[in-house]
């Protein structure tokens, strides 16, 4: 009988110590916490580890207090009850110690201590920290000796602009080297993002016809039916732009986009999505649409006369062999029509002309897509025409569709966050950012930050303004 995934030697990783800064923020009770916990519970931690909460001395929390975190955590968010032999099992090798920059001589005690405990020889320090914390607290890593064997997983972003990613990854590099550095973005975590690898490359009726002789468009769009929900604070600083493209949907276009990789590993694949990022045409503000949802000049922490957009589109274009000529859409934004993460791949149409008699509403369109459905679990569609039953030569629209639920046991399917951090733990970089493609997405968008355009008003709950279906003519969104 063939093994489960889970039954796979090498999926266990060695005993460690992870350190979680950040331990009382929202990503680490809604994501991180229940997300450690269901790798323990399917075989997926360290036989034994170590986890220390940390936040600094001021937000006044202790071992208790930390604990009554970490069960309310996994009630909340996670896939199983924070009670019983499990949790008790899971609770019992969690810690807490506070560490305030740039004093780390507690925090090195405790991470000493649990290293004597578990044998470990692998320490990950993972900053849950909003961006101002980064680099303090990576520098005091540095100056007390806790970055010599360890691992760090960043959250992003990473940086605000190219000035300020070089800047990071110098106080980075500072301390750590580059192959032990972990920049996480979940989007690469997800199984559908990572199908996209499997669907290029392992079917021969996919990548040759992925190319601009076949393509007439790619387009890759990710709506939020969400507000900002209170973070008018963080969006004023950041921004769709800088929230959603520069990290999330450019980094997908480097799977979508990207020339075979001679292996799937760390080093391959981040060669093969820099070579992308590289062949960037520099964005300008006269291929991008700027919209911010009626409403949003309201919400706490926004300025009265704030410009800040809470919506993108943008028309990308890749100058290489490949794609030249073929416009990549992003879009994405909050407050809009649908929750979704859809990628679509527009086939150029044949002469139809033969078919004259035929009705064949959106031809043009999604009758000649491929459309991968991004969000969890996920799905694939192709849309295709095929004749209609009778005496004459009519065609009508038709479908072929794939869905991760219904053709798999994804009983052992792991969430965004799980797949990354046990990567992580495991000392797999494949799915992970690397310094060199940041900085060139960084520079891509050099023109547009310095000069972009005015957001222009949508109404909450719409797919933007009318300028964002301008801006993809001829075509039209697969979405909305």
């Known amino acids: 009988m063939a093994s489960t995934g889970q039954e796979r030697e090498g999926l266990r990783p060695d005993p460690a110590v992870m350190v979680l800064f950040g331990a009382s923020g929202d990503l680490a009770k809604r994501k991180l916490i229940p997300g450690l916990y269901h790798l323990y519970r399917a075989g997926l931690m360290p036989k034994d580890f170590r986890i220390i909460g940390s936040a600094p001395a001021e937000v006044g929390m202790d071992e208790a207090a930390f604990a009554e975190v970490v069960r309310t955590s996994v009630s909340t968010f996670g896939r199983k009850e924070g009670a019983g032999a499990d949790f008790e099992g899971f609770a019992g090798r969690i810690s807490y110690c506070s560490a305030s920059t740039p004093d780390f001589s507690g925090l090195a005690t405790a991470v000493e201590e649990a ?138 276009l480097g799977f979508l986009a990207m020339e075979p990789p001679a292996r799937l590993d760390s080093h391959s694949l981040n060669a ?26 309201k919400e706490p922490g926004v300025a009265a006369d704030s410009k800040t957009e809470t919506l993108v589109a943008a028309r990308v274009w890749i100058d290489n062999d490949r794609w030249a000529g073929v416009p990549f859409f992003l879009r994405t934004g909050k407050a809009m029509g649908a929750e979704k993460s859809v990628a679509t791949l527009g086939f150029r149409v044949p002469d139809l002309g033969r078919f004259e008699g035929s009705a064949v509403p959106g031809a043009s369109g999604a009758c000649n897509q491929l459309v ?79 000069d972009p355009p005015p957001p222009i008003g949508y109404p909450q709950g719409s797919f933007g303004p009318d300028e964002v279906n301008k801006l993809i003519e001829p075509y039209s969104w697969n979405l909305g």
């Not at 590099?173 to 290029?200: C, M, S, T, W």
């Open 372 to 450: 991968l459905d991004l969000g969890d679990p996920g799905s694939i569609e192709v849309g295709f025409l095929a004749k209609t039953p009778g005496a004459t030569m009519d065609v009508a629209p038709a479908s072929l569709s794939f869905s991760y639920a219904e053709s798999f046991n994804v009983r052992y399917e792991l969430a965004a966050y799980e797949r990354l951090v046990h990567d992580a733990l495991l000392g797999d970089r494949t799915l992970f950012n690397a310094a060199e493609g940041i900085e060139k997405l960084w520079e891509a968008s050099a023109p547009l930050l310095m």
């Open 115 to 252: 290293r004597k405990e578990t044998g470990a020889d692998t320490v990950v320090f993972y900053l849950a920290v909003p961006p101002p914390a980064f680099v303090p607290v990576i520098t005091a890593l540095g100056e007390s000796g806790l970055s010599e064997r360890a691992r760090l997983i960043i959250e992003k972003p990473f940086g605000y602009d190219l000035k300020s990613a070089k800047e990071l990854n110098r106080a980075i590099h500072g301390a750590f080297p580059e192959d032990e550095v972990y920049r996480i973005d979940h989007f690469l975590g997800k199984e559908a993002v990572q199908n996209i690898l499997a669907l290029r490359f392992a079917n021969g009726i996919f990548e040759p016809v992925w190319n601009r002789t076949f393509l007439e468009y790619v387009q890759l769009d990710v709506p939020e039916m969400l507000t900002i929900e209170g973070r008018g604070a963080f969006y004023e600083e950041t921004g769709a732009y800088r929230d959603m493209i520069v990290t999330h949907l450019l980094q997908v």
């Open 272 to 297: 093969a999505k820099n070579q992308v990022f590289g062949a960037l045409r520099p964005l300008t503000k006269d291929d991008v649409v700027f919209g911010q949802y009626e409403g949003y000049l």
